[in-house]
């Protein structure tokens, strides 16, 4: 990775920054722009004051950047995103202003898979519960109930993207079924194609979610989608919390209408429904899809570079698809 150095001599470009920096992303920013740590939250009289002399905004896949908060910022030229979902930027109001946003697909991809087929994994096989298993004593009384195979099931991906297609080739490992649904057909996998996620649900064992976020793909999974998967059907979530009617996934998991779930994202994060903690068929990670040292290098590094690149006058690495 190159290093940060913005263009213009003398003072340090000021860049705003809306999230908590990761420590692999923040020393990267620190050595070479002006950072305004949060400061649109922290302050408003000095936010105003040093607002239009912002030039660029750093942020996470989580964060939001709305039009308000762009339209305060006369100055801005650039959001760059450490992550590769970026549906709390409002890409629309920025590209009306001249502002381009980037953000670090690719980087992640084997991660993120690699997540999917755990949470598969420890779901069918009540790995988690099988530990607790184990350190409560519980094995001395009696084995534990039988789990589920996951080899030779059908797996139908919500989202054909390079994530989901990593996904599919981990899961042809396992000898799995592999369908999918996405907004149109893709020419380039061998995979079976069906139009909605109700109809792909009907035909899963184990339905993954890793469709994009955003107002399109909203409550997608509802109740319908749920019913279709069935009694014994998995539902794995490592796309965004907002694909997934989260009230009606819990009615679903109560009642006995799905089999389980795996989920590494959720509706109002870090909050998670005390009735979702409740339940022992349920395995919950804290989105760490691209949570490994390696990767969240690779994606600081990625996220700093665009930043530097844009500074420098020189084409950017990873502009968002509607910014190319």
């Not at 692999?24 to 920013?29: E, K, S, V």
Request: aromatic share 4%; with cysteine; hydrophobic share 50%.
């Amino acid at each position: 990775m190159s290093p940060v150095t913005p263009a213009a001599a003398g003072a340090r470009v000021e860049l705003l920054a809306v999230a908590k920096l990761s420590p692999l992303f923040a020393p990267q920013l620190e050595s070479a722009f002006h950072v305004h740590q949060q400061l649109h939250e922290s302050d408003a009289a000095a936010f105003k004051q040093a607002a239009p002399r912002i030039r660029a905004i750093a942020a996470s896949g989580d964060s939001r950047v709305p039009a308000s908060l762009i339209e305060q910022l006369p100055a801005l030229e650039i959001i760059s995103v450490m992550g590769v979902g970026y549906d709390g930027v409002d890409v629309a109001v920025a590209k009306s202003r001249g502002v381009v946003v980037t953000h670090t697909p690719d980087v992640l991809n084997d991660d993120v898979a690699d997540l999917a087929l755990a949470l598969m994994l420890a779901t069918a096989r009540q790995i988690p519960a099988a530990d607790r298993y184990v350190r409560e004593e519980r094995w001395l009384a009696g084995a534990m109930p039988l789990a589920r195979k996951m080899s030779g099931a059908r797996c139908g991906i919500v989202g054909m993207g390079r994530i989901g297609k990593a996904i599919a080739k981990r899961a042809a490992a396992f000898d799995m079924d592999i369908a999918y649904t996405a907004r149109s057909a893709k020419a380039d996998v061998p995979y079976r194609y069906l139009p909605t996620p109700a109809a792909l649900a009907a035909e899963s064992d184990f339905l993954v979610l890793i469709t994009p976020g955003g107002a399109a793909t909203r409550k997608m999974i509802n109740a319908e989608v749920l019913a279709a998967l069935g009694q014994k059907g998995i539902l794995i979530n490592v796309a965004r919390g907002s694909v997934v009617d989260e009230e009606a996934l819990i009615d679903a998991l109560e009642r006995g209408v799905i089999g389980g779930a795996g989920l590494d994202v959720f509706e109002d994060e870090p909050r998670v429904p005390a009735r979702l903690r409740a339940m022992p068929h349920v395995v919950l990670t804290p989105h760490v899809g691209s949570g490994t040292q390696g990767t969240r290098q690779a994606m600081a590094d990625l996220a700093a570079d665009n930043l530097r690149l844009h500074f420098a006058g020189q084409p950017l690495k990873t502009p968002v698809p509607e910014c190319r």
